[in-house]
């Protein structure tokens, strides 16, 4: 296994200029290169050192936005800590100028990992067509990867603001347009599957590589995206592509179940991870401060719920828990009630190896957040599968849909299955419901409850016609959180994050277009 060493920053190792005019770096469409292009794009070592930065800065845009974006307004976590940025999250109360989320609700990482891929998607051709250093194939490798790369930045700024500018050229110098208005939704998700068809004709296929985009990642990405916009055959030809592609299996205890969190280099359930490590980055990832962490409280903690459903997942003949997740998740002899769990200031362990010599289930080793090397999952086995249940579901292949939910259970010693006799009226419903709740129990903090519950129903219909799932999971919730803002009428619009404020003043084509309710 492969994995992308950093050793020093994107910016350092390629001696670019952060430099741009404050009027210019809205987008933080830098770096500018201080090297004329045809002094760097010259050999093997330049283009794997272009990539390792390509990496090193998504793993900065991701560090802490994938659990903010993806995880936090959603159902599966309530505040842990005391800071005003919980608070404002949990509560709905965000606004485009609060100092506390700033660092949240900003693009400029976003569009600083953009802005590689750009680079890559200019100068990797002409490599290719000289064959410079001999290495025609590595650079026909990396082009697919920052098309890929570049197709899944866009995917998240797709659905956390919804319009994006889109920018698909480097920034070379000064006198280049960066003010740039916000494209339409539909135009930004034609960059995203454009971007996604040129990945998969150059990418290659080494299955064993799971700390870079690959082929068997892409087509994971195809099938999210196909699912976001409800594209059902089109998810259900991008997830089987994706089966055969990463030649992915189950595993089949709970041990090997943890360690597609701890080792995925060696699991047979990993597709495409990124590795935070300490003495590569010289900084932790932000997992541990959010959920589990050895320095201090963490900001949040798993909602009362889950731990229950998880408990309650008994063997029939018993009664005793047997769903490995919940011990492999919880510390279940610290909360062995429900009252006990409730009143903890509780931690996730999903990241973290179990004690050394105690027994599964009694605790974990939590890391320091300055400490805290983690390998999170991008895409993985189980969570393509499931959405494929779902788009198999809306095909009426019912039955289909629920063997994949009962493999997943399966695997991790919960043997109650789920059978279509269990089901009336609305079935597709009643099923997709089913495979939506064993994902909120799979894929906990991994930052996708947040864009499973914005996907069901009609997306980008900010009405009380839309968003069906999402009102039906958090108005209860937020009404009953100090404060709370529900979602209906002209809040509907909060499904959004907004824009940040810095950003008007600093790019003029922007101007009167803010996600609504929020204010510029």
Not at 177 to 204: H, M, N, Y
Not at 296 to 303: A, D, K, L
Not at 421 to 435: L, M, P, Q, V, W
Not at 442 to 468: A, M, P, Q, S, V
């Amino acid at each position: 296994m492969k994995k992308i060493k950093i050793i020093v920053t994107t910016i350092c190792l390629f001696g670019l200029l952060i430099s741009l005019t404050y009027c210019k770096k809205f987008l933080q469409q830098d770096p500018i290169s201080t090297v004329a292009p045809d002094k760097f794009w010259k050999d093997k070592n330049d283009a794997g050192t272009w990539m390792a930065g390509i990496y090193n800065q998504m793993q900065t845009t991701l560090s802490s936005a994938f659990f903010d974006w993806g995880e936090v307004r959603s159902d599966n976590v309530r505040v842990g800590g005391t800071g005003n940025a919980q608070q404002t999250m949990i509560s709905n109360t965000l606004s485009g100028n609060d100092a506390d989320i700033n660092g949240i609700t900003t693009w400029t990482n976003l569009y600083t990992t953009i802005s590689l891929c750009n680079y890559g998607i200019k100068y990797f051709p002409g490599m290719i067509e000289s064959n410079a250093d001999g290495g025609a194939a590595i650079y026909r490798d990396y082009l697919g990867q920052c098309y890929a790369l570049r197709a899944l930045m866009y995917f998240y700024g797709l659905r956390v603001w919804g319009k994006l500018p889109l920018l698909t050229d480097p920034i070379e110098n000064l006198s280049q347009e960066t003010e740039v208005a916000r494209s339409p939704v539909d135009q930004v998700r034609a960059r995203i599957e454009s971007d996604i068809d040129a990945s998969l004709q150059l990418i290659g296929s080494v299955t064993t590589q799971r700390f870079y985009m690959q082929k068997a990642a892409v087509y994971a990405l195809q099938t999210d995206v196909a699912m976001w916009f409800q594209d059902y055959n089109k998810a259900l030809t991008a997830s089987q592509n994706c089966i055969t592609e990463s030649k992915c299996q189950l595993v089949t205890n709970i041990a090997d179940w943890k360690n597609i969190f701890l080792t995925p280099a060696t699991s047979s359930e990993a597709i495409f991870n990124l590795f935070w490590s300490v003495t590569e980055r010289g900084n932790g990832v932000g997992v541990c401060s959010k959920v589990g962490s050895a320095s201090n409280t963490n900001q949040y903690e798993p909602r009362t719920f889950i731990w229950q459903r998880l408990k309650d997942h008994v063997d029939p003949v018993t009664g005793k828990s047997i769903d490995g997740r919940f011990w492999a998740i919880f510390d279940t002899l610290s909360y062995n009630t429900a009252e006990t769990y409730d009143a903890a200031v509780a931690q996730m362990g999903k990241y973290s190896p179990w004690k050394a010599n105690a027994p599964i289930g009694t605790g974990f080793t939590f890391q320091g957040n300055s400490d805290c090397s983690v390998a999170i999952p991008v895409y993985r086995f189980a969570d393509v599968l499931l959405l494929r249940a779902e788009a198999l579901a809306h095909t009426n292949n019912y039955q289909g849909a629920l063997d994949i939910v009962n493999n997943i259970r399966k695997r991790v010693g919960y043997t109650v299955a789920a059978k279509l006799a269990d089901y009336s009226g609305d079935i597709t419903a009643g099923i997709e419901r089913t495979i939506l709740e064993e994902r909120q129990l799979e894929l906990i903090g991994e930052g996708k409850r947040w864009f499973d519950l914005c996907r069901i129903g009609k997306i980008y219909d900010y009405t009380d016609n839309g968003y069906g799932y999402l009102k039906e999971v958090m108005n209860p919730i937020l009404a009953g959180t100090t404060g709370g803002i529900q979602f209906s009428g002209a809040n509907m619009g909060r499904v959004l994050f907004p824009i940040n404020s810095a950003a008007f003043n600093a790019n003029h084509k922007l101007l009167g277009d803010q996600n609504p309710p929020y204010d510029e």
